[in-house]
Every structure is written in C-alpha cells, then in structure tokens.
C-alpha cells in the first residue's frame, strides 16, 4: 500500500509562491490518477487539482486555475503543487491523495481517492 507524504506547507505573504511536494513511500505513482485537496477550518475537503497517471491531462478547481500547477515527476515517486499569486482565501491544509482506479476520469470528488497524506499547512497572510 502506497504512503502519501506531503511537505512544503509554510506561512507566505499575499501574492507569494510555494510550492507543496507529495512523496510516496511504498510504491509509485506509477498507474495512479493523483490529487491535491484543502480544508479550510470548519469547511469540507475541497477539490484543488488532479493529473492523470499519464501526466497527459490535468484539472484545476476555478478558483485556483491560472495561479496553481500540479505536475508530477518522470520517476512516478512525487507530486508537486506549484502555488502562485497566494491569497489569503487559499489558507488551508493541504492534502494529497491517489486514486487506484485506473479511471480515464479525473475525479473532483474525495471519495473518489483511496490513499491520503496527513496534510500540510499553507498559511497566507494579508
């Protein structure tokens, strides 16, 4: 079963730059569609990006779309989540997570995932 660790979390001012890294252990990527979710306090995970087991297609939630980049590396072991112009509203813990399906479908929606990380915290002050 693979493990999911993510990193990169920090506090950032408003229209700052991270970038969050999701790292596997006990396997690859390698046949997984991948997912970045965040839960803002008191809020529902919600949707972030997703990229494909290919890395040939990606999907962003519209809130994030033009400012965050999900890729992932050649190796199959990392996930990377570039975040650009920071608002405070992208507070949030941030998550990654796998889905095993081996669905063509890019899924918005948690229960689609099977494998999460434990999260890491990005804060961005105004």
């Known amino acids: 079963q693979v493990q999911l660790l993510e990193s990169g979390g920090g506090l950032v001012q408003a229209g700052g730059s991270l970038r969050l890294s999701c790292a596997a252990s006990?396997?690859?990527?390698?046949?997984?569609?991948m997912g970045w979710f965040r839960q803002a306090p008191g809020k529902e995970h919600d949707f972030v990006a997703a990229?494909?087991?290919?890395?040939?297609?990606?999907t962003y939630a519209d809130s994030v779309k033009g400012r965050f980049t999900i890729s992932g590396d050649n190796a199959k072991t990392t996930v990377y989540l570039q975040m650009n112009s920071l608002k405070p509203e992208d507070t949030a813990v941030y998550y990654c997570a796998a889905d095993r399906s081996l669905s063509e479908t890019l899924f918005n929606g948690p229960w689609a995932y099977d494998y999460w990380g434990q999260g890491t915290q990005v804060t961005v002050s105004s």
């Open positions: 990229i494909s087991w290919t890395g040939d297609t990606t």
């Open positions: 006990g396997g690859t990527f390698s046949r997984y569609n």
